[in-house]
């Protein structure tokens, strides 16, 4: 192609291509932005759970069928959190005299756990059961309590995990809302054929813009003389064209495999079980430990066990510790309820529950491993550490074997898609080396100058009018 055609259509293209690449640069650069100056809880860790022997009988205490019974930590006491299902509130039992909390009265306390603010404090108390503009689906958790204060803070309480689902304010939610109508373009989700032909106009024009532009560095001599605005537009274009087509290309591919790809399964419970009569045993722990809950499991249908998670002293409360992941517990007790239990541990466990949501055999099931950091196969949005991850021929899952759930399942092809949106759009091959923070602060400098090298060209071309 001759010169003058690559110029013509790289005019032709500013237009569309370089809006389109300024504000998918200004949205970019708010995300970052956003989560640096948004509101942060004082704490990250979950509040711990001290159990005696006794906690672990609940002899004459019929138990309705369920899904999930818990231990579970609320104020100075220890209840029993029981869940029937994934979306209705959870009740509690008390094992003393007292009266046992409502799920409201839990959501309060953990908020007021993780916020470091007086639960009177609190303004409101909602039950969200569908996501929202300010709690987007991309946090995964429902049902959550949104737990507001006076000063404008809101707080996203999952009581069945005791998690901090989200927090944000009306200036985090504004840019959020922001970034997710003019990055992903959820305000054309109603129409998605339509979002589709838009779409593929503004990255097709942007992506042609970038290739034109980087056909034209090859094909102009490198030492002609260039002033002024063309000679930074020139030197930028060498700079970014190859990240700014990574950019692009790996946007495509997550915007496309979105619209086409099946949606993968999520949190699934586990079947609601008619729980044994008497919930006792005898052996004995240690009262000085600490936990972060006990759990009720059932192991081939037949054995119960009380499972119970070990507080790990090492989590740390910041922030940025959070963001990278950390497991929760530093190892699993199993304590049969009945004197012929087999033995049971933890990678046993999680088999058996992945042979339960696959269906498949344990020799189908392959490379079993303890996930303990956010990663791009089982990022942040999950919120649970540790899980174990399973490999079988057509996919991937994570089980959360404290709650005995099925936290994610994946296919082949989402797998490729999640490296190329973690490693190369979000620039995550770089966080190892930078940190979050450091990589953070590249991928804004980076939009700075991506803005910068956009405001010239068109600077160039309105002047040659």
Do not use: C
């Given at each position: 192609m001759r010169i003058s055609t690559l110029i013509r259509w790289h005019r032709i293209l500013l237009w569309v291509g370089g809006i389109t690449l300024m504000i998918f640069a200004l949205t970019g650069i708010s995300h970052p932005i956003m989560s640096w100056t948004g509101p942060q809880a004082v704490t990250m860790r979950p509040p711990s759970l001290q159990l005696s022997g006794n906690t672990l009988q609940l002899a004459a205490r019929p138990l309705p069928a369920q899904a999930l019974v818990k231990l579970v930590p609320y104020r100075e006491h220890t209840v029993l959190q029981l869940s029937r299902d994934l979306t209705s509130p959870r009740r509690y039992l008390a094992l003393d005299n007292t009266t046992p909390p409502t799920d409201e009265a839990m959501a309060t306390w953990l908020a007021s756990h993780y916020s470091g603010q007086a639960e009177q404090d609190v303004q409101s108390l909602t039950l969200l059961t569908d996501f929202n503009n300010a709690y987007p689906a991309v946090n995964r958790l429902l049902p959550v309590y949104q737990v507001d204060y006076h000063n404008g803070v809101s707080l996203y309480i999952h009581t069945e995990s005791l998690s901090m689902a989200g927090i944000t304010n009306p200036y985090k939610t504004s840019v959020q809302a922001v970034f997710r109508q003019f990055h992903s373009w959820q305000w054309l989700d109603a129409t998605p054929r339509l979002k589709m032909v838009i779409m593929a106009i503004l990255l097709g024009s942007a992506l042609l813009l970038t290739l034109t532009g980087a056909w034209l560095l090859l094909k102009l001599p490198f030492n002609a003389k260039r002033h002024g605005l063309r000679r930074w537009h020139y030197a930028l274009s060498w700079l970014l064209f190859i990240p700014v087509t990574l950019y692009l290309l790996s946007g495509i591919y997550h915007f496309s495999y979105k619209?086409?790809?099946?949606?993968?399964?999520?949190?699934?419970?586990?079947?609601?079980?008619?729980?044994?009569?008497?919930?006792?045993?005898?052996?004995?722990?240690?009262?000085?430990?600490?936990?972060?809950?006990?759990?009720?499991?059932?192991?081939?249908?037949?054995?119960?066990?009380?499972?119970?998670?070990?507080?790990?002293?090492?989590?740390?409360?910041?922030?940025?510790?959070?963001?990278?992941?950390?497991?929760?517990?530093?190892?699993?007790?199993?304590?049969?309820?009945?004197?012929?239990?087999?033995?049971?541990?933890?990678?046993?466990?999680?088999?058996?529950?992945?042979?339960?949501?696959?269906?498949?055999?344990?020799?189908?099931?392959?490379?079993?491993?303890?996930?303990?950091?956010?990663?791009?196969?089982?990022?942040?949005?999950?919120?649970?550490?540790?899980?174990?991850?399973?490999?079988?021929?057509?996919?991937?899952?994570?089980?959360?074997?404290?709650?005995?759930?099925?936290?994610?399942?994946?296919?082949?092809?989402?797998?490729?898609?999640?490296?190329?949106?973690?490693?190369?759009?979000?620039?995550?091959?770089?966080?190892?080396?930078?940190?979050?923070?450091?990589?953070?602060?590249?991928?804004?400098?980076?939009?700075?100058?991506?803005?910068?090298?956009?405001?010239?060209?068109?600077?160039?071309?309105?002047?040659?009018?």
């Open positions: 619209q086409l790809a099946a949606e993968t399964a999520g949190l699934t419970l586990p079947p609601m079980q008619q729980l044994p009569v008497a919930v006792d045993t005898a052996q004995s722990i240690d009262a000085t430990v600490f936990y972060n809950s006990a759990s009720l499991v059932l192991a081939n249908g037949a054995n119960w066990y009380w499972r119970l998670s070990e507080f790990n002293p090492q989590q740390q409360a910041d922030r940025t510790s959070r963001f990278n992941g950390q497991q929760s517990e530093k190892g699993a007790q199993f304590i049969g309820l009945s004197a012929d239990a087999p033995p049971l541990d933890d990678q046993r466990y999680a088999q058996l529950l992945a042979q339960q949501f696959t269906g498949l055999s344990a020799t189908e099931l392959t490379k079993q491993s303890l996930v303990t950091h956010f990663g791009p196969d089982y990022d942040f949005r999950n919120k649970r550490l540790p899980v174990w991850q399973f490999d079988y021929a057509n996919g991937r899952i994570f089980i959360d074997a404290v709650s005995g759930q099925l936290i994610e399942q994946q296919s082949r092809a989402s797998q490729w898609e999640r490296y190329s949106f973690s490693f190369v759009h979000k620039w995550g091959i770089l966080q190892p080396l930078l940190g979050r923070e450091g990589r953070d602060m590249l991928v804004v400098g980076f939009m700075v100058l991506l803005l910068t090298m956009a405001v010239m060209g068109f600077a160039m071309r309105l002047r040659r009018r």
